[in-house]
């Protein structure tokens, strides 16, 4: 594995799933992923929580993975998100995700069996040490009922150099500085609460992956920049126009609001969901459309 890994950083949006009659849109999709790279996006994420990834088969997820590794031609970093409930299923996405050529892998906590910290090193310790590419823990304790404590990041990372990083989608900041001064400043920690970006980033996230760069990729894009290049100013007033669109990505269940959001605005024909997620209830799509009209993106 390279050690430089000046290449992971900045907006790494999770891309929505697109689907058209139960189907996968495969072709929108890639359409989408053009776009992100025209909106100044550092890369993408495949089968993020955005893109609804319990409601895809593992054929779908592996072809979503390829298809991102054959649009962007190497133009962006591709991330794949290949974590799940079953080891064997992880190890399966992981391995074929790798061989695709995707540049790094997110790998979800195991989530409903709420594993102790032995278990969760043991399984980290267990995918990684099959990759050669960089390794990062998806850390969303609301989603899985999982947290990982900083002496186990710690013990995985003693055993496998390739964990370079976590998606940290919780609002614990004070883990956050935990992590980097155990782990060191160049553990490449990412923010997954959207209204957490630039709180998170101002104490040494080096990233976002932030739904809302599915509708607005240049302005989350340009925070990070701003960040980055130390002007905390400009990247508190994006944070501020950002606000109200973070917030109203959950006024349900992610990404319900935001597909709307994204066909509303022409991005997509049809906000579309599999069973169990559904598409916006009237009341809903109001309050969004609302959003939509104080922020300028309608």
Not at 114 to 142: A, C, D, W
Not at 190 to 212: H, R
Not at 285 to 290: G, Q, S, V
Request: glycine share 8%; aromatic share 8%.
């Amino acid at each position: 594995m390279n050690d430089n890994l000046s290449w992971l950083k900045g907006s790494i949006p999770p891309l929505i799933t697109p689907f058209r009659d139960g189907a996968v849109d495969f072709k929108t999709y890639a359409r989408l992923i053009e776009r992100q790279i025209e909106g100044g996006s550092h890369g993408i994420l495949v089968n993020g929580t955005t893109s609804e990834p319990s409601t895809l088969t593992t054929d779908e997820r592996n072809e979503l993975v390829a298809l991102a590794v054959k649009t962007a031609k190497g133009r962006i970093p591709v991330v794949a998100a290949t974590g799940s409930q079953s080891l064997a299923e992880t190890l399966v996405l992981s391995q074929f995700a790798e061989k695709a050529g995707a540049d790094a892998q997110l790998v979800v906590t195991p989530y409903y069996i709420k594993p102790p910290q032995r278990g969760l090193e043991n399984y980290f310790v267990e995918v990684l040490s099959r990759l050669k590419t960089p390794g990062m823990v998806y850390h969303i304790p609301g989603r899985t009922a999982v947290s990982m404590d900083v002496a186990t990041f710690a013990s995985i990372k003693a055993k496998c150099p390739n964990l370079v990083g976590v998606k940290h989608a919780s609002n614990d900041l004070a883990f956050v500085t935990d992590l980097l001064t155990t782990l060191g400043r160049d553990f490449r920690v990412f923010v997954g609460l959207e209204e957490l970006c630039f709180p998170m980033m101002a104490i040494g996230a080096v990233g976002v992956m932030n739904a809302v760069g599915n509708l607005d990729p240049k302005r989350v894009g340009q925070m990070h920049d701003a960040v980055e290049a130390g002007d905390l100013a400009w990247a508190r007033e994006l944070h501020f126009a950002l606000f109200e669109i973070s917030k109203a990505i959950f006024f349900d269940t992610n990404p319900i609001p935001l597909k709307y959001m994204m066909k509303k605005i022409g991005l997509i024909e049809r906000n579309e969901h599999r069973l169990p997620m559904v598409a916006a209830s009237e009341a809903l799509e109001r309050r969004l459309d609302e959003v939509l009209r104080k922020t300028g993106l309608e």
